[in-house]
Structure formats: structure tokens, C-alpha cells
């Protein structure tokens, strides 16, 4: 089942960039997250949309939010993708697309690619927006951040 407003963000871990274990747990009760779901890294819509976020992620961290990016690519290209972009914020390694199938990510352009869809989290794990839109990958950050501004007013 498809993760739909007002569920509760499903617990789970992944590593970053660096290897390193990324846990829910960490932020839930904290901060609101920006959860993020893209193809593929260094193909054109994926990097517009990423440097979206890195332009306009201090715009997210001064609301108190944090950005993460998830994708079925390795710990070793989220590592050359962030260097080579100098994205700020999390990216996950999802190899066997068990956190994209736990959100219920649907796939994109045909089936043939992974979705392009965007959740935000409240501070209490609480799904409050969600943007499925795997054509224009730019509108993701404007309107991530329009809902980050509404649920910290």
C-alpha cells in the first residue's frame, strides 16, 4: 500500500554517502524531513533536481527541516554525485528498492524508471505533503519548501 497523507513515515535505515548508517529513528521527534525519491543519479532531470535542493537548502535548515535524497544507486556514485554537485544533504542507497516499495513509490515514464516522488514529515513522522511528478523535477523544491513553511508557522 502506497504511502498516502496523514500516514506515519515507515521506519527504516539506509547508508549515506559515506557508508554510514542512516537510521529514522534519528530524526523523527526532532525535525521535519524532505524525503525525496529520484532515478537516477547524473542523468539531467536528477541533477536539476538536486542542485535545486542544494541551492535552497539553507532556505529548508532554517525552518529546522533536512533534505534527503533516495535512489537505487550505489553508496560509492551518491558519493561522486555529491561531490561533483556539492549537494549538502543526505543521499541513500536503496539497491533493492525496499524503502521505495515501503513508501509505495510508483514507477515513472512507462514503468521503465523509478518514480520521481517527494514527501514531507512532520516533526512527528506524520506524511503532510506529497509531489508524484516524474516530468518536471525542478517544481519539487519549490513546493517542498511551501510545505515546510506551512507546517512550522
Known amino acids: 500500500m502506497p504511502i498516502e497523507l496523514g500516514d506515519l513515515m515507515p521506519h527504516f535505515t539506509a547508508l549515506n554517502t559515506n557508508g554510514e548508517k542512516f537510521d529514522t529513528k534519528e530524526y523523527v521527534g526532532k525535525k521535519p524531513l524532505v524525503i525525496y525519491f529520484y532515478p537516477k543519479d547524473n ?35 551518491h558519493d561522486t554525485f555529491a561531490k561533483r554537485y556539492k549537494l549538502p ?51 519539487h523544491i519549490s513546493k517542498a519548501l511551501e510545505a515546510i513553511k506551512k507546517i512550522v508557522s
Do not use: H
Open 43 to 77: 542523468t539531467p532531470g536528477c541533477t536539476i533536481q538536486a542542485c535545486g535542493f542544494r541551492d535552497q537548502y539553507q532556505d529548508f535548515t532554517d525552518l529546522g527541516a533536512e533534505v534527503i535524497g533516495i535512489s537505487s544507486d550505489t553508496v560509492d556514485s
Open 89 to 139: 544533504f543526505t543521499l541513500l542507497s536503496d539497491p533493492d528498492k525496499k524503502i521505495r516499495k515501503l513508501f509505495g513509490v510508483p514507477s515513472g515514464l512507462l514503468g521503465i524508471l523509478p518514480g520521481r516522488v517527494t514527501y514531507v514529515i512532520d516533526k512527528q513522522g506524520k506524511v503532510v505533503w506529497m509531489f508524484d511528478n516524474s516530468i518536471n523535477a525542478r517544481k
